[in-house]
């Protein structure tokens, strides 16, 4: 029987790449800056200060 | 004129500028030498983002010209150095690392490069670094337009980062010093791998006017060499009061060794766990033996530990809201997706998000953790710790993989975090190189107090008074 894909469409269907698995696929960075202000966000949250602290704006070492 | 010897590309910058007034070679003679070096090396690391021959050969005659009637301007006088490429020059590029500044030229020279070329020292090449010295952060150690910069003790390996060029070139030989830059561990990090000294200096000591801004709170210029002495020696021509800076902190450095208290007058802060269980266990001989050395000197050694601060998300937030506002344009026009990171893309993009009441609130802490470090010193002149936990990573490999992790998790926070918190509160420190680890090197670093680098740089150069790790070179 004459088969129905030549040789090169064959190697194109057999050298398709694995898929990669899920936990080696690069994050996606955006997302993961986005995520990273807000957890920076809630962990300066935690720190109650008295008003009287203010900026290091003045700032020489 | 005979070719100079290997030698003279790994002296000290003392030590060259004897040389030069004994007119053992020309100024001309050793700036063509080293341009030449850079030339056949620089791409090898991918260390050189430009050579300034013109420019660097013109100086050098001027330099001629002095010597040959006795006007002697500093010890700096006739030794080639290169620059960090956020530091504006006439003559070439000023790219900042980064693809959307690659035909930015400015027509006035750093304040720094001003300093510098008064004292005689000539500008031979701008060096390599991190794009946009590292914005908010960056996953690879190609985030450059020049690629990787790659460290002259095995080629497989990343220089550091952010003054990556700084670092690689002064351990291969190819400049005489070099200048960087560090926002948050931008001189420490490329110089403890490359096993050359670093000194980053109190903030406000040295001018950034001329320089790119990453965070204006936090940026520093430091010299990055072969030896505690020519930190110093740098750090007396490029520090000083400059109406410029608005950060500057209108104070002159002189390198005064002689005047530094005694070392059995003075106490030095450590803690073990830093030297046996967060540092990668390859290192911790050397560590080890550097700490012995610095108990022989007399000096009274007590445990401490770092203040518990969120160091890292204030940090964070702080230069990640300063840089949003510094590179607003380049990201709201789209031009920042040009850099070569995507989490550097990312990092910047997302920064637009900070709020200013997060900017303000790290700022407040700020506050809160200067005082933290102010009541640390009291009880100690310096701390003491390794500059890094390991050696140089692969240059391949993902820089936010994380480095080497102890286990068991030790007790004691040792000074984890001293980078960020000493950044943080405008501390100064110098790191110099304490042995080797699988055949790469690794540094020590001593922090104090600020304005205190007299007392930093005569440690470190005692420590190299008796030890040759910072005369050790790589072959290239």
């Not at chain 1, 129905?4 to 190697?11: E, F, M, P």
Request: aromatic letters at 8%; one cysteine or more; proline letters at 7%.
């Amino acid at each position: 029987m004459k088969p129905s894909l030549t040789r090169r469409q064959i190697a194109s269907v057999l050298l398709i790449p694995a898929p990669v698995p899920l936990a080696a696929q690069p994050p996606n960075d955006l997302e993961q800056a986005q995520q990273d202000v807000a957890k920076n966000r809630d962990i300066l949250a935690k720190y109650a200060l008295p008003m009287a602290v203010e900026p290091a704006f003045q700032f020489k070492a | 004129m005979a070719a100079l010897e290997d030698s003279v590309f790994f002296s000290t910058v003392t030590e060259l500028n004897a040389r030069l007034k004994k007119r053992e070679f020309s100024c001309e003679e050793l700036t063509r030498a080293f341009l030449d070096r850079l030339e056949q090396f620089g791409p090898r690391y991918n260390a050189v983002a430009a050579v300034l021959r013109e420019r660097a050969l013109r100086k050098a005659k001027d330099v001629d010209y002095d010597f040959k009637r006795q006007r002697h301007r500093s010890a700096l006088q006739g030794v080639p150095f290169g620059a960090k490429d956020l530091l504006a020059a006439v003559g070439a590029p000023t790219t900042w690392g980064a693809v959307p500044y690659a035909g930015q030229v400015f027509d006035a020279d750093a304040t720094v490069i001003k300093r510098l070329d008064k004292a005689g020292a000539v500008l031979t090449a701008k060096l390599a670094m991190v794009e946009l010295a590292g914005g908010p952060s960056y996953r690879y150690a190609a985030a450059s337009m020049t690629g990787a910069c790659l460290n002259p003790w095995d080629r497989t390996r990343w220089a550091g980062g952010s003054s990556s060029g700084s670092g690689s070139a002064v351990a291969a030989g190819l400049v005489g010093f070099a200048l960087g830059s560090e926002t948050s561990g931008s001189i420490l990090t490329p110089s403890a791998f490359c096993g050359v000294t670093g000194l980053r200096p109190t903030y406000g000591y040295v001018s950034r006017a001329g320089a790119m801004a990453l965070s204006w709170t936090l940026d520093k210029i430091g010299p990055m060499a072969r030896s505690a002495e020519d930190c110093g020696v740098i750090l007396q021509v490029i520090a000083g009061k400059d109406n410029d800076d608005p950060g500057s902190a209108g104070k002159s450095f002189f390198y005064a060794p002689q005047f530094v208290r005694k070392f059995s007058d003075l106490t030095i802060g450590y803690n073990l766990a830093d030297f046996e269980s967060y540092a990668e266990p390859a290192a911790r001989p050397a560590f080890a033996r550097t700490l012995e050395f610095f108990r022989s000197l007399g000096s009274k050694m007590i445990e401490v530990e770092i203040p518990s601060y969120p160091y890292g998300a204030v940090l964070s937030t702080i230069l990640g809201g300063e840089a949003g506002s510094v590179f607003e344009e380049l990201i709201t026009s789209g031009k920042v997706d040009r850099l070569a990171d995507a989490k550097q893309i990312a990092g910047l993009k997302a920064s637009q998000e900070i709020l200013a009441k997060d900017y303000l609130k790290a700022m407040r802490i700020r506050s809160v953790i200067q005082n933290a470090f102010r009541d640390l010193f009291v009880k100690v002149d310096v701390l003491l710790t390794p500059a890094r936990n390991t050696v140089a990573p692969k240059a391949a490999d993902p820089l936010d993989r994380g480095g080497y992790v102890p286990s068991p998790a030790p007790k004691s926070r040792g000074l984890q975090g001293l980078i960020p918190a000493a950044n943080l509160a405008g501390l100064p420190a110098v790191c110099f190189p304490c042995g080797f680890a699988d055949g790469l090197p690794v540094s020590m670093s001593l922090v104090g107090r600020p304005f205190s680098e007299n007392t930093l740089l005569v440690y470190a150069a005692e420590f190299q008074k008796q030890t040759d790790w910072h005369r050790q070179r790589p072959r290239l």
